[in-house]
């Protein structure tokens, strides 16, 4: 057996290790960070930006997240604050994505994601038609007969005015010979408020992110008509293309950086945001939630952002939803 003496030998020569260990954890690449989300509690931004702290803490890349959210127009109402606010703060970083390209469109704001720097995009997803339990819709081809008959007698929830939601239904309105502008769309500032209204009645559909609906969908409360991806995320829910509409619509989201950072500070938050995707725990959390992984940083993603804003204009102004 080994002696006493011994025992204390190895333990004290195992104590620089250990202790570099634990320093080295300890040693955040942010001691704090500020998680801007230009919408309410329980959307999709504000679940990436909650997802981004669910994996960066435990990996010691950050110390502590604080989060803000001010909601309200595709995230137009927010960003502005976030650019006079946070300008020039290398520990801060806003939540957003297409969405708010077409907000900004829609909404004709001075203020635009040109006013932030791109960091990453991280997701993209898939959004999904969604009705309550007890609709009379059973399937996608009744809502699609009612929509025919009278798209204003139709009501659906959805994400504000402009974004991915509102054009995925100008889109199946155009399919259907209708025009985009009778749709009764109901904007809401978030997916939870949104998924209030679904779940209370207060309207008769309902388009977002699948991520947003997925618990109400696998508890039954809601039923999922269709997915707008390019092939199905649902194994048993076909999408818009299968059933006939030749529509394919996704929902991308990322980060952005405030204005006026020095080139290594904004350097340092690709870094980060390439380190928390290069984890096994981030892998794992695209995987439950369904989440594609859409990872872009640097002159691609900007490149990625002037096409998908141009895309997006020319799309709105034939539905009629911008100049």
Request: net charge neutral; aromatic share 6%; hydrophobic share 45%.
């Amino acid at each position: 057996m080994p002696s006493r003496r011994h025992l204390l030998a190895v333990a004290a020569a195992s104590l620089p290790v250990l202790g570099g260990a634990v320093a080295a954890r300890a040693e955040a690449r942010f001691a704090s960070m500020t998680m801007f989300i230009p919408a309410g509690p329980g959307g999709g931004w504000d679940g990436l930006g909650r997802a981004i702290e669910q994996v960066a803490r435990p990996a010691g890349l950050v110390g502590s997240f604080q989060f803000e959210n001010i909601g309200g127009a595709g995230g137009t109402v927010g960003l502005p604050r976030f650019v006079s606010q946070r300008r020039g703060r290398p520990n801060a970083l806003m939540v957003s994505g297409s969405i708010m390209v077409g907000a900004v469109l829609t909404n004709r704001s001075p203020v635009g994601l040109k006013d932030v720097s791109p960091v990453a995009r991280l997701t993209e997803e898939s959004g999904v038609v969604v009705v309550p339990a007890e609709s009379e819709f059973r399937d996608l081809k009744s809502l699609l007969d009612a929509f025919r008959a009278g798209p204003g007698a139709v009501s659906v929830a959805g994400g504000s005015a402009g974004g991915t939601d509102h054009i995925t239904l100008g889109l199946i309105l155009k399919s259907l010979g209708r025009s985009a502008r009778e749709a009764s769309y109901v904007a809401f500032a978030g997916g939870g408020p949104a998924q209030a209204a679904i779940l209370g009645a207060q309207v008769r559909a309902g388009i977002s992110g699948l991520s947003e609906f997925a618990e109400q969908i696998k508890a039954g409360r809601m039923r999922a008509l269709a997915t707008t991806g390019e092939r199905r995320v649902l194994p048993e829910v076909p999408t818009l293309k299968e059933s006939g509409l030749d529509i394919v619509m996704t929902n991308w989201r990322g980060v952005f950086a405030p204005p006026g950072l020095q080139p290594a500070q904004h350097a340092a938050l690709v870094q980060l945001m390439t380190e928390i995707h290069a984890l096994p725990a981030w892998a794992e959390l695209l995987r439950t939630r369904d989440w594609e992984d859409a990872f872009l940083t640097g002159a691609d993603f900007e490149s990625f952002l002037r096409r998908d804003t141009e895309a997006t204009g020319t799309v709105l102004k034939e539905l009629g939803l911008a100049s």
